[in-house]
């Protein structure tokens, strides 16, 4: 008798909300004369990301492949109503006129459980405002350049390394070398480490660079379609482990830096300046410079 009453309920339940969806949730678009494509309860037109057959990017190309000819097309992220811009006019007046609209990614961000996700790509509104303005004078041509000579120095050693292989003529995956390459650039230019991934493809910086884009499909999409599902749950995306290690990296490296006054012309020299000052100096400022690499 109970368990007849349970299923009874859920099937109400279930019911009732299958109507919600149908008729509340995914009205949103034809409320307002909207073209959009056909969702399906409760995932809307997230089917095919969620079952893993296709990356996001691949199911928005499909998405403005197939019906371009639209200038915007409504679809649901789940239970979010989400615009496709085709039109490049209208993409122009989103990123450039009317920008102030709509700078918020609307991605999962959580600096409390998540710190690593406290970044100037995720965040919003002013916050994400005064961060881009401490943050734009990193990145002039005068400051990148100051980091050549880190890119350039690998670069000689991934060359030497892959003319090793080809003298050998080892079999190589390109992709994982480039990415060992990057990791190496990253970590010096970031942290100010020689992590020596081109060597060793199996040490922590890479094992950890790789835990990073392992993520599953499914927690991507909520990610990036219902992000207040992970709030809700206090559910971090990033792996508690990396989050750990990268926190250490970070607060023993600038320790480190600020006890024995090191400066070097990379990326974390610049966020101690912040850190320290409240602003980076211009390019034309003098300063005593470490010029070794490590």
């Known amino acids: 008798m109970v368990l007849a009453e349970l299923i009874g309920a859920t099937i109400v339940t279930l019911s009732i909300l299958y109507i919600y969806f149908k008729f509340v949730i995914y009205n949103f678009w034809h409320k307002r004369g909207i073209f959009y494509i056909k969702p399906v309860v409760p995932i809307?037109?997230?089917g095919p990301l969620t079952t893993r057959k296709i990356t996001a990017g691949v199911l928005f190309h499909d998405i403005y492949m197939k019906y371009k000819s639209h200038q915007i097309i409504g679809i649901y992220s789940f239970f979010k109503p989400n615009l496709v811009i085709a039109d490049l006019e209208l993409v122009r007046m989103v990123l450039i006129k009317e920008f102030t609209s709509f700078h918020d990614r609307g991605i999962y961000m959580n600096e409390k459980i998540d710190p690593l996700t406290n970044h100037l790509f995720l965040m919003s509104g002013k916050k994400w405002?005064?961060?881009?303005?401490?943050?734009?004078?990193?990145?002039?041509?005068?400051k990148i350049k100051q980091m050549f000579s880190i890119l350039k120095n690998f670069g000689e050693e991934l060359a030497q390394h892959l003319e090793c292989k080809a003298e050998m003529g080892d079999c190589i995956e390109i992709k994982d070398i480039f990415a060992r390459y990057s990791t190496d650039v990253i970590m010096s230019t970031a942290f100010?480490?020689?992590?020596?991934?081109?060597?060793?493809?199996?040490?922590?910086?890479?094992?950890?660079?790789?835990?990073?884009?392992?993520?599953?499909p499914i927690?991507?999409?909520?990610?990036?379609?219902?992000?207040?599902?992970m709030n809700l749950l206090f559910i971090p995306f990033t792996d508690r482990g990396i989050?750990?290690?990268?926190?250490?990296?970070?607060?023993?490296?600038?320790?480190?830096?600020?006890?024995?006054?090191?400066?070097?012309?990379?990326?974390?020299?610049?966020?101690?300046?912040?850190?320290?000052?409240?602003f980076v100096e211009s390019d034309g400022d003098k300063k005593t410079t470490d010029e070794s690499l490590y």
């Open 219 to 229: 927690w991507i999409a909520i990610i990036l379609f219902v992000p207040q599902i």
């Open 44 to 46: 809307g037109n997230m």
């Open 129 to 142: 405002k005064n961060m881009r303005v401490k943050l734009t004078p990193t990145f002039t041509s005068g």
């Open 192 to 216: 100010g480490i020689k992590s020596n991934c081109i060597q060793d493809p199996d040490n922590v910086y890479r094992d950890h660079r790789k835990k990073i884009f392992e993520a599953n």
């Open 243 to 278: 989050i750990r290690f990268y926190t250490k990296l970070f607060r023993e490296t600038v320790e480190y830096r600020q006890t024995h006054k090191i400066i070097k012309h990379d990326f974390m020299n610049l966020l101690i300046q912040l850190m320290e000052k409240g």
